[in-house]
């Protein structure tokens, strides 16, 4: 308000008094009144007018003293570290808890941790300290960062994580087997074996434990007590399988456990079926996983080759249910995996002879330009067996006659990602899978039937033996088909060398009765000259890694097929002092592939899972996209050592 306007509203109001006493009544109180409020209005006008009269040293010291007394606040009282930064991300102020910060840890806080933070523009984010945990957040108008410390709130929210509820489940891989030829008291024997050395292990952990039958216990826990079984990489199984072969017992044990912020029920089911998938990889193994749909699966052991576990009970149970799927089916169609091989060509051909014995209508799928020289012999035979060829059909076709009441039976592989088409196995709603392959954590969501027997030679063992259940005199295995599944099993035993079982030899005696010509297989299966120089290359360029190690690496420019890389694996496997053999080639689609080969010694199994692969203990491959051969290498060369170290620990 400026003096002007000031002295016109003081002239206005004395107008008005002299009006009021000259009008009204009790003038003499009036004039009182009126001499009172114009000393008030004289006195505030004073006052108002020495504040505007200030001068500008007053206003800045009293600013400064304002700015004194908040920085002293914000130094000394503040609740949390203060850093104020300049305009080259450099320290301009700090407070006396970020004093104490910056004593404590250095450089390792501002120079690695929140200048970072400021250049990457992240207005939040949390710090891991060595004793602390911290959470900071910066005003980027105001180039402050607050500091917090929330080791407290993590310590609780880790307690509280670490009481979640754990079940799960033990199996006896092998018990039907170990005690068929014990009498009572042998028996009585080996359960109270594995019942104390169970009970043992309990105690030691704290865990509530309760035997269901004679194979089969249950147990629930807290999550803190199966961290610590993890930190001894669940020891249980390496320790129970030494001390039943010091008593002469051929004894292993898988279990499956899950944990989580769920209900019992759902962490129940899940530990089931972790145990389900510990016994479908070969058993003698842990499966670990969190409840939530979104976590992955962690296995532990599996160092000794698959058990045996298929029965005949078994095998009827499965030939039954696939019937029955297939009598619901409206078309059957049967895909392998991407370049198959021998035995996902004999095993869908197998699997196409079951569904006519449905009469069912049924197809293969085929890609013609994604195929291996053997494969590619053994079309030229399709294609002169008029019954056989018109069951071929193209991806595109198979894509046009898909339709809701279709059946996709999904052989010798369990991962979706390797179909032949990945679209067209997204267009089934209905899955069945017949595989020998150890199971990986990638798998179809809810397939019809799963039939993964890892102790088998082959899928090819598994769906000869299906048919061998359903067939009579009406409905016999044709001639063609016999020879086609019976070169599946020579593929994958290396000519009956590798991963046999008696159960293999009985099938391929079913299948030579049933006029299997082992001429044709030798043709299908031979190698021309090109192939043999190119195993010869690769054997050429091998080297050792450890002693008993080799890896095999071909041209980064030159394309292998996978049948040229398997042998190579195979040749060099056959050397003498050659425990695990690795072939890396590049493939026509220019994933660099890898062909893992163990005598028994080294689970491969583990090493190509850890790079996105999987197989047997003894035979496993991979794919990998978007790297060298070069990466390649030095990814698997790391990847072998850490499983070296792994089983050196159980060891």
């Not at 003038?27 to 500008?56: D, H, K, P």
Request: hydrophobic share 40%.
């Amino acid at each position: 308000m400026n003096q002007k306007r000031f002295v016109q509203i003081l002239v206005l109001m004395t107008l008005i008094q002299v009006l009021c006493i000259l009008l009204i009544p009790w003038r003499w109180l009036l004039v009182l009144l009126a001499v009172i409020a114009a000393f008030c209005i004289y006195g505030l006008y004073r006052e108002v007018r020495r504040f505007l009269q200030m001068s500008e040293k007053e206003r800045i010291n009293q600013a400064a003293d304002l700015a004194e007394t908040n920085s002293e606040y914000l130094s000394k009282l503040a609740p949390y570290p203060l850093y104020m930064y300049d305009e080259q991300n450099h320290i301009r102020w700090l407070n006396d808890k970020a004093i104490a910060l910056q004593e404590k840890y250095g450089d390792q806080l501002w120079a690695e941790q929140l200048q970072p933070a400021i250049k990457a523009q992240r207005e939040t984010g949390s710090i891991t300290m060595k004793d602390s945990n911290l959470r900071y957040r910066i005003d980027f108008d105001k180039r402050i960062i607050f500091v917090e410390n929330i080791s407290q709130e993590v310590a609780a929210i880790q307690r509280q994580r670490e009481q979640q509820a754990a079940i799960g489940f033990i199996s006896i891989d092998n018990y039907d087997d170990v005690i068929d030829q014990m009498d009572d008291k042998e028996v009585s024997y080996l359960n109270s074996f594995v019942t104390t050395f169970i009970s043992d292990w309990g105690d030691e952990y704290r865990i509530y434990y309760k035997r269901l039958n004679a194979e089969r216990y249950f147990f629930t826990s807290r999550l803190e007590d199966i961290i610590r079984m993890e930190q001894d990489n669940f020891s249980i199984v390496e320790r129970l399988r030494k001390a039943a072969e010091d008593q002469n017992f051929a004894l292993t044990i898988s279990m499956g456990i899950a944990y989580g912020d769920d209900t019992l029920e759902r962490i129940g089911d899940t530990a089931q079926n972790n145990l389900d998938i510990a016994l479908v990889r070969g058993g003698d193994q842990v499966v670990l996983k969190d409840v939530d749909e979104a976590a992955k699966p962690k296995f532990y052991g599996g160092t000794t080759t698959s058990t045996a576990k298929r029965t005949r009970v078994r095998s009827r149970a499965m030939s039954t249910a696939l019937k029955k799927i297939f009598q619901e089916a409206d078309q059957i169609f049967v895909m392998g995996h991407r370049f198959p091989d021998m035995d996902a060509i004999g095993s869908a051909f197998g699997v196409s002879c079951l569904a006519d014995f449905q009469g069912k209508e049924s197809y293969v799928v085929i890609n013609e330009r994604e195929l291996i020289p053997d494969v590619e012999r053994c079309l030229t035979e399709i294609h002169q067996h008029p019954e056989m060829e018109k069951k071929l059909i193209t991806v595109e076709n198979a894509m046009a006659l898909v339709k809701p009441g279709s059946l996709l039976v999904m052989v010798d592989y369990h991962k979706p990602s390797m179909s032949i088409s990945q679209d067209l196995y997204d267009k089934f709603e209905q899955v069945a899978i017949i595989d020998h392959h150890r199971r990986g954590e990638e798998f179809p969501s809810k397939p019809l039937l799963t039939y993964i027997e890892s102790s088998a030679s082959s899928a090819s063992e598994l769906v000869a033996e299906l048919i061998q259940y359903e067939s009579h005199a009406n409905k016999q295995l044709d001639k063609f088909t016999a020879t086609l599944l019976l070169a599946g099993i020579f593929v994958d035993t290396k000519n009956f060398v590798v991963r046999t079982s008696p159960r293999t030899f009985d099938i391929s005696s079913y299948l030579k009765s049933n006029g299997a010509n082992t001429d044709l297989i030798q043709y299908l299966l031979s190698s021309d000259l090109t192939s043999f120089l190119e195993i010869s290359e690769l054997v050429a360029k091998s080297e050792f890694i450890t002693p008993n190690i080799v890896i095999a690496c071909g041209d980064p420019g030159k394309v292998y097929d996978n049948v040229t890389a398997a042998k190579t694996a195979d040749t060099l496997l056959s050397m003498n002092g050659v425990e695990a053999s690795f072939v890396l080639t590049t493939r026509e689609d220019q994933l660099v592939a890898i062909s893992a080969r163990s005598s028994g010694k080294i689970n491969v199994q583990l090493v190509m899972e850890a790079l996105g692969g999987g197989g047997h203990f003894t035979n496993a491959a991979t794919q990998i996209k978007d790297k060298t051969l070069h990466e390649v290498k030095e990814m698997l060369y790391n990847e072998v050592q850490n499983v070296l170290k792994q089983e050196g620990a159980q060891s």
